[in-house]
Structures are given as structure tokens and as C-alpha cells.
């Protein structure tokens, strides 16, 4: 079965439908999103692609991503891919969106109105391994080092969107789940 992306204007008004490759190929806007679970010690969920992957194979990212189906809301699009790709389940909250377009290696684009969401949880994943090559919780100062020394083993996703996580944390999100972490290892 072919899956449908919803594809959307620069509002996120969504202007129609199209199978997945095709958007790709094509660089069309579509609707995505990136979740970022944190354990109570403040440390964040990366995974390593799985090497089989359309593009961005092998590279580490955020917890989760991937995009709602055509007919899909997103909360229900969040629940099914979070456990499809990390074996997790896990109560998350929208953080904000960002727009960015990358061209691969293999011709394929993304072209994405990603919608940032952020969870809390101490459960460890039981990754899918089609998924999900390898996964570690790094502190946000080990993350932004990595990056910076290894910016080729980090999606170009992760790598735009990480200052933005990284003020959304520190600046809101720990302060309004302050009773949820043991151990702020964040700064």
C-alpha cells in the first residue's frame, strides 16, 4: 500500500495528497514531525537510522520522525510511529514548528513543515530494528558538542532544529515539568 502524504502550503494549509516517493522526488512541502523524548534526568532520546533507510541511513537524530498520513491526525500519527519505530509509548506535547527543505545524496528531498513535539519518560525503547540501528540518551551540552566535532553523523533535520529544541527546553518546557525530572542535566 502506498502511503499518502499530506501536502501543505507555507501556513500548513494543507492543498492536497500524494504518494510518499513522489513527494520526495518531487521536494514537495509536506506536513511532518519530530518528537524529542527526555528522560527525568534531562537527557534526550537519539536514535542511529537503520541502514536501510531512504535517505539520512545510519545518521543519529531525534527520538522520532516521520509524517501523519493523508486522513491521519497527528496525535494519533505521533502514537503510531512512536511505537512502530522505538517500541514506545509515550504522553507528548507540541513544542513548535519549523520549515526546512534538504536535497540527499540520492536525489530524494525533504521539503517538510515539521511540528516539533516533546515527551517525558524513563521507559527504555525497544527499538524496531527496520527503524532504528542503535539508540542513547546524551545530555543537550553532549548532543550540541557531537554536532558541532560531527555535524556528517547527524540528520539535517536534527542538526537545524537543535537550537530550537534546546531553547524550548531550557527555557519552558523544564520550568513547566519541573516536578518531573530528578536530575536537570541540561545546562
Not at 492536497?16 to 518531487?26: A, D
Not at 491526525?73 to 503510531?80: D, L, P, S, T
Not at 525497544?126 to 542513547?136: D, G, R, T
Amino acid at each position: 500500500m502506498k502511503e499518502l502524504l499530506i501536502l501543505v502550503d507555507k501556513n500548513n494549509r494543507q492543498v492536497g495528497s500524494m504518494e510518499k516517493l513522489l513527494v520526495h522526488m518531487q521536494g514537495l512541502l509536506h506536513r511532518a514531525f519530530s518528537i524529542f523524548i527526555f528522560n527525568t534526568k534531562g537527557e534526550l532520546l537519539l536514535q542511529q537510522r537503520a541502514d536501510d533507510k531512504y535517505h539520512s541511513a545510519g545518521l543519529w537524530t531525534n527520538t522520532c520522525c516521520s509524517h501523519p498520513l493523508f486522513g491521519e491526525n497527528i496525535n494519533g500519527a505521533i502514537k503510531r510511529r512512536l511505537y512502530e519505530e522505538m517500541g514506545m509509548n509515550c504522553k507528548t506535547q507540541y513544542a513548535f514548528n519549523f520549515i526546512y527543505k534538504a536535497v540527499f545524496e540520492n536525489g530524494l528531498t525533504e521539503h517538510e513543515y515539521d511540528k516539533v513535539y516533546v515527551g517525558i519518560s524513563d521507559d527504555l525503547p525497544i527499538p524496531k530494528s527496520l527503524e532504528v540501528k542503535n539508540w542513547k540518551y546524551l545530555s543537550l551540552p553532549k548532543i550540541e558538542i557531537e554536532i558541532d566535532r560531527h555535524p556528517d553523523q547527524y540528520t539535517e533535520w536534527m542538526k537545524i532544529c537543535f537550537p530550537q529544541i534546546k531553547s524550548y527546553i531550557t527555557n519552558s518546557f523544564i520550568k513547566s515539568q519541573k516536578k518531573n525530572f530528578r536530575r536537570i542535566n541540561i545546562y
